[in-house]
């Protein structure tokens, strides 16, 4: 089946730090891949996604390539703030045959950020 | 807005009790999900559905039951069969022929007192 291992946590960094948060995946076929991050006691909201192999996917300054050789998808971002602290979950969608779009998730890894 | 909405925030639930926990979107998404989220730990799937009046258990469907009467709603019932349902429940929705990404609800956090 398919399973997401990612970096675990926690992580704490200074402002302006580089980041990285580690995420590989085992999936049959051509997952999509994603990044989803949740602030406290709220639900999830997607950061990212990358949909084939090479693939990257940004916004707000993260970025994360799709490696199928490495079967990995990785979290980046150059220079993190304060309000970056949150819990970041990697995720994949596969599609067998006869199932719903069903995603599945690491661990998550919560990241802090100090001023 | 399009959205989904899940109602309420808080609930607590009493020893036995059987309580039923809301999901409703607007986004005209054919599938929805429920997932379980414990503290440290990922999500776990509880149920989805593709259509209206169909679904399927997920990875942790023991003591949990859903309905799909109509697109826009799949309400979640935790039966006192479930023997640790203090928990974050989130529901999601998509399409189910188009972009694969998930979009989620602010979630409900039982407790059971």
């Known amino acids: 089946g398919n399973s997401v291992t990612q970096m675990e946590g926690p992580v704490t960094l200074s402002e302006e730090a580089f980041l990285t948060i580690n995420c590989t995946y085992t999936a049959t076929g051509y997952p999509s891949l994603f990044w989803y991050v949740q602030y406290p006691g709220e639900g999830l909201q997607l950061l990212l996604k990358?949909?084939?192999?090479?693939d990257k996917g940004s916004n707000k300054g993260f970025e994360a390539t799709y490696r199928k050789e490495t079967t990995s998808f990785h979290l980046e971002k150059g220079s993190v703030q304060v309000s970056d602290s949150a819990v970041y979950f990697c995720?994949?969608?596969?599609?067998?045959?006869?199932?719903?779009?069903?995603?599945?998730f690491g661990s998550g890894t919560q990241l802090t950020v100090l001023p | 807005d399009g959205g989904i909405t899940q109602s309420p925030k808080y609930l607590f639930r009493k020893e036995g009790q059987n309580v039923t926990l809301s999901c409703e979107q607007n986004l005209n998404h054919d599938a929805m999900y429920w997932y379980r989220q414990d503290p440290g730990q990922g999500l776990r799937l509880i149920y989805y559905?593709?259509?209206?009046?169909?679904?399927q258990k997920g990875d942790i469907a023991e003591g949990y039951s859903v309905s799909r009467e109509k697109k826009e709603s799949f309400p979640l019932t935790v039966t006192s069969a479930q023997k640790n349902p203090t928990a974050f429940y989130l529901c999601a929705s998509n399409h189910r022929d188009r972009g694969p990404e998930a979009f989620f609800g602010q979630g409900t956090r039982l407790t059971v007192v």
């Open positions: 995720a994949l969608s596969g599609n067998p045959s006869g199932s719903a779009r069903q995603l599945t």
């Open positions: 990358a949909t084939k192999a090479d």
């Open positions: 559905s593709q259509i209206v009046n169909d679904f």
